[in-house]
């Protein structure tokens, strides 16, 4: 091996520091439970719908990849869902992203009345430039925020569905 090719390798650990470093600087996004609601209920379950804000703090748009999530009730998990959020947070942008959740009910079973619901997850999503992504996409980084709430739900206030 050379001098050339010597130096050049000892350069390649600092040079990938300094890249990893680049995509550190690169800010989560900020996510708040704006809202809880049972949007239907039908003898077969109730959908609950959680609307999340998601504020991307960083000057290059943000794309959402994955958003892992479930929900307890009075402790009891009784969904759990992974889904692709489908959206790019704009720069310094806020977006309300919409997390449905279904609730099965056994035949001739009611929804429960107000409950204690449990909402958590984590939303992953890409830096900006292609090593991020190459990053991401061979899953050596995946960048996430996470997020819960805990809020009284009564299923028996929703909607009938026709």
Same mark, same amino acid.
């Given at each position: 091996m050379n001098h050339a090719t010597r130096r050049c390798l000892s350069c390649m650990p600092a040079l990938s520091i300094s890249l990893l470093a680049a995509c550190s600087s690169y800010r989560a996004p900020v996510l708040t439970i704006a809202e809880t609601r049972v949007r239907e209920a039908a003898p077969s379950g109730v959908v609950v719908e959680f609307l999340i804000d998601a504020e991307n703090p960083n000057p290059e748009p943000m794309p959402l990849r994955e958003v892992r999530y479930?929900?307890? #009730?009075?402790?009891?998990? #009784?969904?759990?869902?992974?889904?692709?959020?489908?959206? @790019? !947070?704009?720069?310094?942008? +806020?977006?309300?992203?919409? /997390?449905?959740? #279904?609730?099965? /009910?056994?035949?001739?079973? +009611?929804?429960?009345?107000?409950?204690?619901? +449990? /909402?958590?997850?984590? !939303?992953?999503? @890409?830096?900006?430039?292609?090593l991020a992504e190459t990053l991401f996409d061979t899953g050596v980084s995946r960048p996430e925020a996470s997020f819960t709430t805990n809020a009284p739900v009564d299923f028996t206030r929703a909607p009938v569905a026709n």
């Open positions: 479930a929900m307890l #009730v009075d402790g009891q998990q #009784v969904f759990e869902c992974v889904r692709s959020p489908e959206a @790019t !947070l704009r720069r310094f942008g +806020t977006q309300r992203l919409i /997390l449905p959740v #279904v609730l099965p /009910l056994a035949p001739g079973a +009611t929804p429960p009345s107000a409950s204690d619901v +449990t /909402l958590s997850g984590t !939303l992953s999503y @890409t830096a900006p430039g292609q």
